[in-house]
Each structure stands twice: as C-alpha cells, then as structure tokens.
C-alpha cells in the first residue's frame, strides 16, 4: 500500500464515520422518542434478609431502563463508528509514516477517536442515560470541523516538529483534551439537571468527576512535555509563548475546580470553573492557532 | 482540625462527614483587636476560597499577556514597538500598567506570591495535623455504623474469632489496624496525604527552579558564517540578555566553529520549500570537556557543561570581493545577508569605507533561485544564485563614534553610483561573475555562496531543580488524586452478629470490593457475598 492509498483510505474511513455516527444519532433520537415496550428493573435484587447493600459503587439510583432495541442499534453503530475513526487515525499514520498528530486536522481527527474511546471506555457497564447522544454530537461535530475547515494532505513535518518529546507531548494533550471534552459534557447535563431537580448528584456529576481525576494528571503531563520539548528547541522551557499561556491557563481553571469541589457549597461554582478550563483549552486549540501569532503557529492550519 | 479546608466525600451516593467544617470565611473580631484582626486576616488568606479566588485570578491576569506583543518574548522582537507605532495613544498606557511584560508585572507577581504564601499556609498546618492523626491509632468506630457506606451486618460462623480474622485480614491488605474488644479499626490511604503535600510543596521548589534562571541565567544569540570560530565571551555575541546576577566574566571558556551546514527543503507538492531537515556540523574545545565534533539540529542542541545552543535559524552569506579603483582589495569574504521571506529573499551590506577614491557601499539583494522578471526568490535552496547591487559613495559615517548595524546604510551622507545615462548603476550577478563599477571607482566579484546559521545559547542554572519539582508535582498529584483514604469498622454486637463499615476520607470511593472480600473473609452472609463477587 502506499502512502497515496494509505491517505485516500484513511479518509474514506472519515467518511464512513461520520455517516455512521450520524446513523447513531438518529438512531437515539428515535429510541428516546418511541414509547417504552416494557418497563424492567434496572437494579440488581437486593436478596431477602441480604445485608450487602451495595453503596459503593457510587450510583445514584440511575433511572436506566434497558435499551429498546433500537437503543441497542445505536449503541452498535456508535461502535462501529469509534472503531472506523481509529481506523482512519491509523491509515493516517500509515500514510504519513508517523505520529498522525502533526496538523490541525490530524489533532482534530485523533481527539475524535481519543473522545469516542474515552467515553466508551467510561460508559461500559455504567448507566449514562442521554448523554451517549451527546457524545455523538460531539464527535460529529468535532470530527466535522476538522474535515470541513481543517483538512490538509498528508505531509512531513517542519524539522523543528520532528521530535520524541512531542509526540508524547501532542499524544498526552490529546487525551486529556478528549477526557475534558467529555468532563465538560457531563458537567453541562449536570447543571442542566440541577437546575430541574436540585439534586447535587447524579450519575453526570460522577462522571464529570471521574473524567476530570484522571484528565488533570494527564494534561499536566502534557504541560510537562511541552517544557521538555520547548527546553530541546528554543533553549528555555518556558517562554509565555501564547500557546503555553492558554496551556497554563487551562491548567490553573481546572486546579480551581478541583479545590472548589472540596469545598462545601462551592459545587456549583466548581461546575463553572470546570467548564471556564475547557473554553481555555478549546481557545488554545482554535483561537490560538488561528488568531494568534506565535511560535507554534507553524504548526499548520 | 486546625486546617482550614473541609473535605467531603463528593462521589455521589455516599456521603462522608468531615472531620471538621469551617465557617465560609472565619468571622470578623472586633476592630480594636489588632492580634485578632491579624489572625483573622491569616485565616482568610489561608482558606480554601481565597485559594480558589486567587487561583481564578491568576488564570486571567496571564490572559493579557496573551493577546498584546510582550516584550522578551521570543516570536517577534519587534512586535511591541510595531504596535506602539500604530496605536500612539494607547501604548503609553498600557505600558504604564506593565501589559507589555504581563508575566514580570507586579500585579501578576502580587497574585502568585499570594497564592504561594496561602498554599503554604494552609498546608503546613494542614501536614501536622495529619501527621498526629498518623501517629495515633485510626478512631473508634462511629455509634450508627449502618449510615456508613457499604453497611453490613449479620451473624457470622465464628463470632469469637471474627475481630481477629477481620484484623489479620486488614494488616495483610497493609491497612493501620488496632483494635479493642469489641472493635477493629482500620485505616488506610496515607499517601494520598503525602502526595498532596509533595505536590502543594513541589510548587515552591519549583518556583525556585525558575528563579534559579531568571536571576543567574542569560540568553544569547550568535550567527556564524561556515568556517568561522565563536569564542564564548560576551563580547561575541550578536545579542545577550543576562540575568541580574548572571556571571558574564565567567562563561563557560569554550570554542565552537561551524563547518557545515545543510538544509534540505520540500522538492514538490503544495509544501514546496517548506523546511526538511537542517544540519550544522560543528566541532567544538572547551576546557572542561575537551575537543570535539558533533551536529546540532532542531531540538537536537549541544549542551557544553550547561551551556546549550540550540540551532534556531540559518541564511545565506555571499562572497563578494570588492577591488578600489586603484585595484587594491577593499573588502572581501562571506557577508550575512538576512532573509526576509520564507524562499530566503535576503538583504545585505557591504562598506568599503577604505576604497579609493573613495569610500564603497554596496547595497545588496541576494536570491538563491531567481526567476526573470521576479524580484524575490522562488525557492529557498540554491538552484539559480544571483545576487543584485547598487552602489554608494560619500561618508559611510562610521567614523563619528555611533553605533551602527552591519545590516543598514545610513544614507545621509551617502550618493547612489549611476550610470552614463544617469540611471542608478544595478546589477545581477552570478558565482562568478565581475562588474565594472562606472567611473573608476572600482570593481565587484561575485565569489561564491555560503551558509550562516543562527545559534541560541543559553545557560539556565535553575533547570535542574525545576525538573525535580516537576517530577515531584506529578508524582504527588497523581497520588492524590488516585489514592482513596479510607477508613473501615468491624464490630461484635452482643447478639453474636458481626458489622461492617467503611468510610472514604476523599473523593475517591472506598474500592467496592474491600469490603465484600472483608465479608468473605468472616463469612459473612456468605451467600449475597458471593453473589455480588462478579461486579468487583
Ligand atoms: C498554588 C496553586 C495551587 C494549585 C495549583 C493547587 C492545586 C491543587 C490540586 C490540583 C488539588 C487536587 C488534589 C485533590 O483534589 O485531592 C489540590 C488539593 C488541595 N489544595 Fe491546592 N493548589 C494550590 C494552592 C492551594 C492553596 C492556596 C490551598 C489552601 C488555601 C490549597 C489547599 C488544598 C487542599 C487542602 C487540597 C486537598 C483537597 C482535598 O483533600 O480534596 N491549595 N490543590
């Protein structure tokens, strides 16, 4: 195969996906619509005389009932659709004979596939209600910019991209990015909730929280990186660069809301603050490789 | 609990009493009390919303710097005196608030210090109380165990033996265990505390790291033609931004020569000219670590006993010999002509201020792949060098003492050299090539081509401890973050059954299968035990 095939094919996987994922969308849209056939339970039994009830596991009484079928159909083709974006971010790599993380539209493609996984990954055996929806809507529209609007064949990278440490560094902001992408989903449908219900936790909640713990160490990881890298090629490590500002920027919103959850009656104001450091991080992502000079802007629009 | 700061169990469904609340802010004392007044000011500083105000704070004093050109920052040198020319009116002010160098403004440094002060203060207290809560055994079980989570009562085979299976149990899952007649208490989660601590405090030492290079460190930047030597003394250098303390009569004693350099560049597509590979072969001597040779490439720098230079750009340097009109060599060799485009269009000087008749200044355009009837360059490496002149003559104004750049004539005092029909002289040549100068004054020939790269050099004396407290930053915060702290209760009523409980102390829950492998262990309601082993 060469690098031409390997292109045109990875593509053609974007394509695919996208149909895919929109297929899962309506597919949702239709179960939430029709009437339930059949109203199951959804907890497990507590055994008479059973003293083990499970608190532990933190849910929220879920109001999750089994999937119609054509639930299921979404969960499936929400499936297949991850699945094709991994594909494509491999052909990518393929084509380009490396890290396919090197352009804007490579960023956008692989955060698609690494906020698809993420949420997969998480949703397995949890109830998560409407928000499988959203992440479609997510990916759609992430994965739909970056076609439209980003798209660049492949290529090689200036000299100055062509490092170890970046590939780290771009992998580990990715994924944390992806974990924020999801963080700031849930957080949404949370407040949205609280607003309804005034309940201070549901199974939102918990996922933005579960998502935002491992999410924090990751991007300081990547923060870490991007120093590393930076000391490699310009000599200092850190330079207020606006990239890195908009990095640090991040970072500390998201400090606050960890501080802020600990907080008694702050909970609500750590949901803003939460969703104040992923503006940040998608500021730094487009505003700040579009709007911004500076000397990541090479990296290629 | 002296920390002001309470923790709540925050994972839904579970609900964990602090140890401690505190009031949103401490309440304000009477004014005449000033101890009081100072205590009060202390515990506010120290409170945990004062940490999250400052910590939001922080994050948009840095959002200006962002947005307007700072100064020492490395993109463009010139940007702030660009915008200053555009915006007359507003510069002044802004420059009065410290916008152009946000990051060393005492505004921005007012936050952080703040927050440093208020981090420190709220954790040092914070570690002694745990470090006596480490000390003593974990605390008697709650009366009502069944409001706690993963409650579990029942009769168990061997009530007798429970507490000591259930202690055994815990000390071998490394659990702090002590335990009274009626009672195991068990604790476990130290390193969450730990790591908390290492990364609150790596924040310090970190601050230290970049101190270290903002006041003994300096930067600098050299361009070398190939086949020239730099010595490392401050006077070498092209630019030089030292730090208050830096020690510039005590460079590192070093020498560095370039060689070589290549560049390659993208050959076809829509990335035509785009940069490839840069290469400088350099050799190098330094007292402390002998003679060698090496190359130095993007993000591939030469670290000489800590003074790095890190390869950052490169150009083109023609060859020109310029004879007088008496045949005598008024200026020769490679001249650094600077690139003003991306297909390295470059511009050049060259002052004969020795010629005769008179003075010689030839002004230059240098495109490595020329194309006719286009006045920049078309790619950037050499396939069609021609270099374009015009002349000067008169006072070259080198003499009167001011400073002036190698790379721009002042033109006071300077007539343009013209030709029989009064047009400005011009001409292109290629390698090799010689032109007449017109009256007499003299010739120009057009050598050869050679490359010049521009060298960072850098010494930060303050990286190595800033790496350290990254490393310890991670390290602690990914302990904290991950590690639950938690405590767990068994108890013997006198009805001979047996209860079990647990406790998270953060915001991780107690793992779900501790408890149930705890039951199991007593055989405890073996059956539903069992059952539920699979969600584990
Ligand atoms: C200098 C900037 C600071 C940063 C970047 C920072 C960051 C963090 C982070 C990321 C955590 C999360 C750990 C966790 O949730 O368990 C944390 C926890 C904590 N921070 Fe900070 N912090 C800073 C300053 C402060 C200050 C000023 C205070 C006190 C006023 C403070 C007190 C605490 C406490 C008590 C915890 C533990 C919270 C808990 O147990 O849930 N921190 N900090």
């Known amino acids: 195969m060469t690098s031409l095939d390997a292109a045109r094919l990875s593509d053609l996987f974007v394509t695919t996906a996208l149909a895919v994922f929109a297929a899962a969308l309506l597919a949702y849209a239709l179960a939430a619509a029709l009437p339930r056939s059949r109203q199951a339970r959804a907890r497990v039994a507590v055994p008479a005389g059973g003293a083990l009830v499970d608190e532990t596991r933190l849910q929220p009484e879920p109001v999750s009932e089994p999937p119609s079928r054509v639930g299921r159909g979404a969960t499936a083709l929400t499936v297949a659709g991850t699945i094709l974006v991994c594909l494509a971010v491999v052909a990518r790599g393929v084509a380009a004979g490396r890290a396919p993380w090197g352009n804007m539209y490579e ?85 949205l909730r609280q607003r309804r219900t005034g309940e201070e936790d549901d199974q939102f909640s918990e996922l933005a929280h579960t998502v935002h713990l491992v999410a924090f160490p990751i991007w300081t990881f990547a923060v870490m990186a991007g120093a590393v890298w930076a000391e490699n090629a310009w000599g200092r490590y850190w330079g207020w660069d606006p990239k890195e500002t908009w990095a640090f920027i991040t970072w500390v919103f998201y400090a606050a809301h960890l501080h802020a959850l600990s907080t008694v009656g702050w909970r609500r104001r750590a949901g803003y603050l939460a969703l104040a450091g992923f503006a940040a991080f998608l500021f730094n992502f487009f505003g700040v490789n579009i709007w911004i000079p500076g000397l990541h802007s090479y990296a290629g629009v | 609990m ?36 100072g205590r009060w000011a202390w515990r506010t500083l120290t409170s945990m919303r004062t940490a999250i105000v400052l910590l939001v704070l922080l994050a948009l004093t840095a959002v200006p710097g962002s947005l307007l050109p700072q100064r020492g920052v490395a993109s463009d040198p010139a940007a702030v005196a660009n915008f200053a020319r555009e915006h007359p009116d507003l510069a002044p002010w802004l420059d009065r608030l410290s916008l152009f160098n946000v990051y060393s403004a005492p505004w921005f440094a007012a936050v952080y210090v703040l927050l440093l002060v208020s981090m420190t203060g709220c954790v040092i207290p914070r570690c002694m109380h745990l470090w006596r809560e480490f000390r003593s055994d974990p605390p008697a079980a709650p009366r009502h165990l069944s409001r706690e989570t993963g409650h579990l009562v029942g009769p168990v085979e061997r009530p007798q033996d429970a507490l000591d299976a259930a202690a055994g149990h815990l000390e071998a899952k490394r659990f702090r265990v002590s335990r009274t007649d009626t009672e195991v208490r068990a604790e476990k989660g130290r390193l969450r505390e730990l790591g908390n601590l290492a990364f609150h405090l790596s924040l310090l030492v970190l601050l230290f790291g970049i101190a270290g290079g903002k006041l003994f460190g300096y930067e600098g930047r050299v361009a070398l033609v190939e086949g020239t030597t730099f010595a490392n003394v401050s006077a070498s250098y092209d630019a030089l931004s030292p730090a208050p303390w830096a020690d510039l009569a005590g460079l590192e004693p070093l020498e560095l020569t370039l060689d070589d350099f290549s560049a390659e560049f993208e050959t076809e597509g829509t990335r035509l000219g785009e940069p490839r590979d840069f290469e400088a072969a350099v050799t190098y001597s330094s007292d402390d670590e002998g003679e060698g040779s090496t190359t130095i490439r993007p993000n591939q720098p030469l670290d000489i006993n800590g003074t790095k230079f890190f390869l950052t750009g490169h150009g083109y340097a023609p060859e020109l010999t310029v004879r007088d009109g008496n045949g005598d060599v008024a200026a020769s060799g490679p001249t650094i002509f600077l690139p003003v485009d991306q297909t390295f269009t470059s511009d050049g000087v060259i002052k004969a201020p020795d010629a005769r008749p008179g003075s010689l200044a030839l002004q230059g355009v240098f495109l490595p792949t020329a194309v006719t009837g286009m006045a920049v360059s078309a790619y950037p490496d050499q396939v069609n060098p021609i270099v374009e002149l015009t002349a000067y003559t008169g006072d070259l104004g080198l003499d009167d003492g001011s400073t002036q750049s190698v790379f721009t004539l002042d033109f006071t005092d300077l007539d343009q050299v013209r030709g029989k029909d009064g047009k400005p002289w011009r001409v292109s040549l290629a390698p ?104 584990t």
Do not use: C
């Not at chain 2, 505190?22 to 004392?29: D, Q, T, W």
């Open chain 2, 2 to 37: 002296e920390a002001t700061h309470e923790e709540q169990a925050l994972g839904s469904g579970q609900v964990t009493r602090p140890d401690s609340r505190e009031p949103a802010f401490p309440p304000s004392p009477r004014p005449s009390e000033l101890t009081a007044w």
């Open chain 2, 432 to 535: 090799g090539q010689t032109a007449r100068l017109p009256g007499g004054l003299g010739s120009v020939t057009f050598d050869d081509v050679s490359r010049f790269a521009n060298f960072q050099i850098a010494r930060d004396p303050g990286k190595e401890v800033s790496l350290l407290a990254a490393i310890l930053l991670l390290l602690g915060l990914t302990a904290s973050l991950s590690v639950p702290r938690r405590r767990i209760w068994v108890r013997r009523n006198d009805d001979g059954t047996v209860e079990i409980a647990g406790r998270s102390l953060s915001r991780r829950p107690v793992p779900p299968g501790e408890l149930e492998q705890l039951a199991d262990t007593l055989g405890l309601s073996p059956a539903d035990a069992g059952g539920r082993k699979d969600q």
């Open chain 1, 107 to 191: 960023f956008g493609l692989t955060g698609s596939a690494a906020v698809a996984v993420a949420f997969l990954a998480y949703r397995r055996g949890r109830p998560v209600g409407s928000l499988s929806a959203w992440m479609v809507v997510l990916v759609l529209v992430l994965l739909g910019l970056s076609v439209t609007s980003l798209y660049t064949p492949v290529d090689d990278l200036v000299p100055v991209l062509n490092s170890r440490w970046l590939v780290v560094h771009v992998a580990a902001a990715i994924t944390a990015g992806a974990l924020f992408a999801v963080g700031a989903l849930a957080t949404v449908a949370h407040l």
